[in-house]
């Protein structure tokens, strides 16, 4: 069993936005998902409260490490999760309502440097 999923609390209860990027971060950690930045949304922006950046060393690994985050949060209870860029899995985009991440392969993190428009110099704090 992965360590988020030791974490993730009742099936029936869903867990509050923390709980949840604590159990995705978890996950992310344990699938080696690279260079993982939280970006801290609250009272920035209505699209979350966090926000995180991270990398995946392929495609085959994107797609492994986006697979993973969806199923660790379906079995905290988290609902409604939407999910974009799986078949070609340069970007994964997973849409949990409060927590959104972003899993790129290196070259398009680079191309796109979305962490980069949140920024500390913007605002926002980032934690690795």
């Not at 069993?1 to 869903?14: D, E, I, K, L």
């Not at 978890?26 to 995180?52: F, Q, R, W």
């Not at 797609?63 to 993973?68: C, F, K, L, P």
Request: net charge positive; aromatic share 4%.
């Amino acid at each position: 069993m992965s360590r988020a999923a030791r974490r993730s609390p009742a099936v029936s209860q869903r867990p509050s936005a923390k709980e949840t990027l604590r159990l995705i971060l978890d996950c992310l950690d344990d699938m080696k998902a690279e260079d993982s930045v939280t970006i801290d949304l609250t009272g920035k922006s209505s699209i979350g409260d966090y926000m995180i950046v991270t990398t995946g060393r392929s495609q085959r690994h994107v797609g492994a490490v986006a697979d993973n985050v969806v199923k660790e949060m379906a079995g905290a209870g988290i609902r409604g999760v939407r999910v974009e860029g799986m078949p070609q899995c340069d970007w994964v985009l997973i849409d949990a309502g409060d927590v959104i991440v972003h899993v790129f392969r290196p070259e398009s993190r680079a191309f796109y440097g979305l962490e980069k428009m949140w920024s500390p110099g913007r605002g926002t704090r980032q934690t690795g």
